[in-house]
């Protein structure tokens, strides 16, 4: 990114800070009035990393360019600017790194250089009496007279007394804590309130090696705790593989199930076309309510009325209007017939498809995809058999009899015609002509008919069976083909699925990562003893199961659509937090820490003082993540902040009993200056103990030493010395973390 985008972007994230009070005010609602929001003294943390990376070497202009910002939009804010920055040991595990020496090389180059910068912008004194301008196109000049950090905390792999973290994400887990802590419970303010004592002393003591101010600091991280987003994510593996088992896949249906449920719904929505039923043509032929039939306009009485004179001439009369009404039929009637089957067809396409949806999502609700599947492929059975069959009436009525019932009209109206000269005869044969004549009406009235039901027959087919779109939507069984396709997709990722809950399920856990020897966090109850808390917890399944329904997809479509888009980790996490929340909050009494720790304590009775022993463990483990002597150089040692976090309030038995087992622990700590606090936390799942250890120069490190000789290795580099993060702008204004150290130093 740009100066210019980065120097935007900072000024949007501050102004959004500045504003926080009213977005409190609109998540928290009537719980905000508990919430002070303080402006004069904002309070900003900056961390990444010292030895190379995206953007690591602005770690100076960043909060050069914030506390700028700052003094622009709030002028009467005094910030407090914190620095927590990684050193190349945090990385020394990454493969890349174990298999390329020279690379590492250069990050501890970085990394000392970055240390020469840190040390003198955070140096009051110097600043003072050597400002610096830092110049910035299209922002302006910006000189820097006072420390560019308030604090800044070095963070690497691990304790002076050798326990380490062996990843890098474990090592920033533990500082992410740190800083949680920090801002999320009175921690901080004590801690703030201990460091104006601090900075007094830090002022009075200097480095007795070089006697310059001790500007670098470093912090820790340890807790006892109940793992209780690795016995929810249990919990909701638990039930979600339950869920997918008993509910989303389901069990299927049984052949008469099956049977019964799509026969109902056939009927049940006008779409049964086997057997004597016509649900579909009828509903293709339907106009305003009334299915569309052909009904001759004229009886024979009126036609013979209308003829007057003779009989002879009455039958030719209705001979000749016959023909005409047959040239109305096919050139008016079925004309208007097509075009209202066309505009039905759509119609009715759509409703088809939105109830076999609407009907697919509630199956799968009730019975789950297993049984949608089922139906669909009934389903398409049936109207596959549907459309051969009305493909066969239609063939029939193209080449049978369509032309029989042309020829039978044809025939009668020429036996009409030829009445004449047998007029005679007439009278003897009780008016033959009569007979004739309802003979050709009901022949006509039987091809009119026919053709109808031809045209909404034609219609039916395209519905069912075309490979062309039909308004814009799929025919029937194209429909059913996608859906039957998408439900075996969504099927075999619901499997995978159930799979990978199982897996997970059967994943050992462990409480330390893998190659550390630092206890970030000590587990009270360990992951055999899960199924027991989880089994203590009433969670009726009804209180989730529509939300993960509506995770997946509030209609069939949705559903369908988002298992086949997403991927098995993505639902797997999304399914998992819809459970995870309600058991989190079912959970939450059972599992709070203090209630645990004295049902362990119940349970072993010969450890009668369970919680003392926990805290030693803690205090002895917790220190600062960094490889500086434990106690200091040359008879100065640090300033330093203990704070142990209880989750109940000060007003509490417990918390009291909690502080006064510190203060006892305390004195194993002196003559060491140690200095310990007990406050309350409202995080029920732990007890964590935080460090700060204020007061060092950056070359008390010991792996200093290592950095700089890769500094000047890597400096005299042709091939290296581009790649270093080496800031020009003043390069020679900055002494060695090593000047004025004595030799044996």
Same mark, same amino acid.
């Not at 109940?226 to 389901?250: K, S």
């Not at 305003?288 to 004229?298: H, I, K, N, Q, S």
């Not at 087919?461 to 025919?475: A, F, K, N, T, V």
């Given at each position: 990114?740009?100066?210019?985008?980065?120097?935007?972007?900072?000024?949007?994230?501050?102004?959004?800070?500045?504003?926080?009070?009213?977005?409190?005010?609109?998540?928290?609602?009537?719980?905000?009035?508990?919430?002070?929001?303080?402006?004069?003294?904002?309070?900003?943390?900056?961390? +990444?990393?010292?030895c190379?990376?995206?953007?690591?070497?602005?770690?100076?202009d960043?909060?050069?360019?914030?506390?700028?910002?700052?003094?622009?939009?709030?002028?009467?804010?005094?910030? @407090?600017?914190?620095?927590?920055?990684?050193?190349?040991?945090?990385f020394?595990?990454?493969?890349t790194?174990?298999?390329?020496?020279?690379?590492?090389?250069?990050?501890?180059?970085?990394?000392?250089?970055?240390?020469?910068?840190? &040390?003198?912008?955070?140096?009051?004194?110097?600043?003072k009496?050597?400002?610096?301008?830092?110049?910035?196109?299209q922002?302006?000049?910006?000189?820097?007279?006072?420390?560019?950090?308030?604090?800044?905390?070095?963070?690497?792999?691990?304790?002076?007394?050798?326990?380490?973290l062996?990843?890098?994400?474990?090592?920033? &887990?533990?500082?992410?804590?740190?800083?949680?802590v920090?801002i999320?419970?009175?921690?901080?303010?004590?801690?703030?309130?201990? $460091?104006?004592?601090?900075?007094?002393v830090?002022q009075r /003591?200097?480095?007795?090696?070089?006697?310059?101010?001790?500007?670098?600091? @470093?912090?820790?991280?340890?807790?006892?705790?109940?793992?209780?987003?690795?016995?929810?994510?249990?919990?909701?593996?638990?039930?979600?593989?339950?869920?997918l088992?008993?509910?989303a896949?389901?069990?299927?249906?049984s052949?008469?199930?099956?049977?019964g449920?799509?026969?109902?719904f056939?009927?049940?929505?006008?779409?049964?076309?086997r057997?004597?039923r !016509?649900?579909?043509?009828?509903?293709?032929? /339907?106009?305003?309510?009334?299915?569309?039939?052909?009904? =001759?306009?004229r009886? $024979?009485?009126?036609?013979?009325?209308?003829?007057?004179?003779?009989?002879?001439?009455?039958?030719?009369?209705?001979a000749?209007?016959?023909?005409?009404?047959?040239?109305?039929?096919?050139?008016?009637?079925?004309?208007?017939?097509?075009?209202?089957?066309?505009?039905n067809?759509?119609?009715?396409l759509?409703?088809?498809?939105?109830?076999?949806?609407?009907?697919?999502?509630?199956?799968?609700?009730?019975?789950?995809?297993?049984?949608?599947?089922?139906?669909?492929?009934?389903?398409?059975?049936?109207?596959?058999?549907?459309?051969?069959?009305?493909?066969?009436?239609?063939g029939?009525?193209?080449?049978?009899?369509? +032309?029989?019932?042309e020829? #039978?009209?044809? !025939?009668?109206?020429?036996?009409?015609?030829?009445l004449? +000269?047998?007029?005679?005869?007439?009278?003897?044969?009780?008016?033959?002509?009569?007979?004739?004549?309802?003979?050709?009406?009901?022949?006509?009235?039987?091809?009119? !008919?026919?053709?109808?039901?031809?045209?909404?027959?034609?219609?039916?087919?395209?519905?069912?069976?075309?490979?062309?779109?039909?308004?814009?939507?799929?025919?029937? =069984?194209?429909?059913?083909?996608?859906?039957?396709?998408?439900? &075996?997709?969504?099927?075999?990722?619901?499997?995978?699925?159930? $799979?990978?809950?199982?897996?997970?399920l059967?994943?050992? =856990?462990?409480?330390?990562?893998?190659?550390?020897?630092?206890?970030?966090?000590?587990?009270?109850?360990?992951?055999?003893?899960?199924d027991?808390y989880?089994?203590?917890?009433?969670?009726?399944?009804?209180?989730?199961?529509?939300?993960?329904?509506?995770?997946?997809?509030?209609?069939?479509?949705?559903?369908?659509?988002?298992?086949?888009?997403?991927?098995?980790?993505?639902?797997l &996490?999304?399914?998992?937090?819809?459970?995870? /929340?309600?058991?989190?909050?079912? =959970?939450?009494?059972?599992?709070?820490?203090?209630?645990?720790?004295?049902?362990?304590?119940?349970?072993?009775?010969?450890?009668r003082?369970?919680?003392?022993?926990?805290?030693?463990?803690?205090?002895?483990?917790?220190q600062?993540?960094?490889?500086?002597?434990?106690d200091?150089?040359?008879?100065?040692?640090?300033?330093?902040?203990f704070a142990?976090?209880?989750?109940?309030?000060?007003?509490?038995?417990?918390?009291?009993?909690?502080?006064?087992?510190?203060?006892?622990?305390?004195?194993?700590?002196?003559?060491?200056?140690?200095?310990?606090?007990?406050?309350?936390?409202?995080?029920?799942?732990?007890?964590?103990?935080?460090?700060?250890?204020?007061?060092?120069r #950056?070359?008390?490190? @010991?792996?200093?030493?290592?950095?700089?000789?890769?500094?000047e290795?890597?400096?005299?580099?042709? /091939?290296?010395? +581009?790649?270093?993060?080496?800031?020009?702008?003043?390069?020679?204004?900055?002494?060695?973390?090593?000047?004025?150290?004595q030799?044996?130093?």
């Amino acid at each position: 990114a740009s100066l210019q985008e980065v120097w935007g972007r900072l000024n949007s994230a501050l102004r959004d800070i500045l504003a926080i009070e009213q977005q409190l005010r609109t998540t928290l609602g009537d719980q905000a009035e508990r919430v002070t929001v303080h402006y004069s003294e904002p309070r900003i943390y900056i961390i +990444g990393s010292l030895c190379g990376g995206t953007g690591s070497s602005l770690f100076l202009d960043i909060a050069v360019l914030v506390r700028h910002c700052l003094r622009q939009n709030a002028p009467d804010a005094k910030p @407090s600017i914190v620095g927590v920055f990684f050193l190349p040991s945090v990385f020394a595990n990454e493969p890349t790194l174990r298999s390329d020496i020279d690379f590492l090389s250069i990050l501890q180059a970085n990394g000392y250089a970055a240390l020469k910068e840190l &040390e003198h912008f955070c140096d009051g004194d110097a600043l003072k009496s050597q400002p610096f301008t830092f110049r910035y196109p299209q922002i302006g000049d910006v000189t820097v007279n006072a420390p560019v950090y308030d604090e800044d905390f070095v963070v690497e792999n691990g304790t002076p007394d050798g326990r380490i973290l062996s990843r890098k994400e474990d090592v920033f &887990e533990m500082v992410a804590r740190s800083l949680l802590v920090d801002i999320g419970s009175p921690f901080g303010s004590r801690l703030r309130a201990a $460091r104006a004592n601090f900075e007094t002393v830090l002022q009075r /003591k200097y480095c007795p090696q070089t006697n310059k101010a001790r500007l670098i600091h @470093s912090l820790g991280m340890t807790s006892v705790a109940v793992p209780i987003a690795e016995i929810v994510n249990r919990g909701a593996l638990q039930r979600l593989r339950q869920f997918l088992t008993d509910h989303a896949l389901g069990q299927g249906l049984s052949a008469d199930e099956l049977k019964g449920e799509v026969d109902g719904f056939l009927q049940a929505n006008q779409l049964e076309e086997r057997g004597n039923r !016509n649900d579909l043509l009828e509903r293709l032929l /339907k106009r305003d309510g009334e299915v569309l039939t052909y009904t =001759l306009p004229r009886t $024979r009485e009126e036609l013979e009325r209308e003829a007057g004179g003779s009989e002879l001439q009455q039958a030719h009369y209705v001979a000749n209007w016959i023909e005409r009404e047959m040239n109305r039929l096919r050139d008016q009637l079925l004309s208007e017939a097509q075009g209202l089957v066309q505009e039905n067809k759509i119609a009715v396409l759509r409703d088809a498809t939105t109830k076999i949806a609407k009907r697919l999502l509630d199956l799968i609700q009730q019975k789950g995809l297993r049984a949608a599947r089922q139906f669909v492929e009934e389903l398409h059975s049936v109207f596959q058999d549907v459309l051969k069959e009305l493909s066969r009436e239609q063939g029939e009525y193209d080449q049978n009899i369509k +032309g029989a019932l042309e020829n #039978a009209i044809a !025939n009668h109206v020429a036996s009409l015609r030829g009445l004449q +000269g047998l007029w005679g005869s007439l009278i003897a044969l009780w008016r033959a002509d009569e007979q004739a004549m309802d003979e050709a009406l009901r022949c006509l009235q039987e091809y009119g !008919n026919a053709e109808l039901l031809s045209v909404a027959r034609k219609a039916a087919l395209e519905l069912l069976g075309s490979d062309q779109p039909i308004g814009r939507q799929l025919s029937l =069984l194209r429909q059913l083909d996608e859906w039957k396709e998408a439900l &075996e997709q969504a099927i075999g990722k619901l499997t995978e699925l159930e $799979r990978r809950c199982g897996e997970g399920l059967h994943t050992r =856990l462990s409480s330390t990562p893998i190659g550390s020897t630092y206890v970030l966090e000590q587990w009270v109850i360990q992951p055999s003893e899960f199924d027991d808390y989880l089994k203590d917890i009433a969670l009726d399944p009804a209180t989730y199961r529509d939300a993960l329904w509506q995770e997946l997809g509030g209609d069939f479509e949705s559903v369908v659509s988002t298992l086949r888009e997403k991927s098995v980790e993505e639902l797997l &996490e999304k399914l998992a937090q819809v459970i995870g /929340k309600p058991l989190r909050d079912a =959970l939450a009494d059972r599992l709070n820490i203090l209630r645990v720790i004295q049902e362990k304590q119940q349970q072993q009775e010969k450890q009668r003082q369970f919680v003392e022993t926990i805290l030693r463990a803690m205090l002895q483990v917790c220190q600062p993540f960094w490889r500086a002597p434990r106690d200091g150089i040359g008879g100065v040692g640090y300033r330093t902040f203990f704070a142990i976090t209880v989750p109940v309030s000060k007003d509490k038995s417990q918390f009291r009993e909690m502080e006064q087992t510190i203060q006892k622990l305390a004195q194993e700590y002196q003559p060491t200056e140690y200095q310990f606090e007990t406050v309350h936390s409202g995080y029920p799942f732990a007890i964590e103990i935080g460090v700060r250890f204020y007061g060092a120069r #950056a070359f008390w490190i @010991s792996t200093t030493a290592l950095m700089r000789q890769a500094y000047e290795r890597e400096r005299r580099s042709p /091939k290296n010395a +581009g790649l270093l993060h080496i800031d020009r702008r003043f390069l020679d204004l900055l002494p060695d973390l090593y000047e004025g150290v004595q030799q044996s130093g």
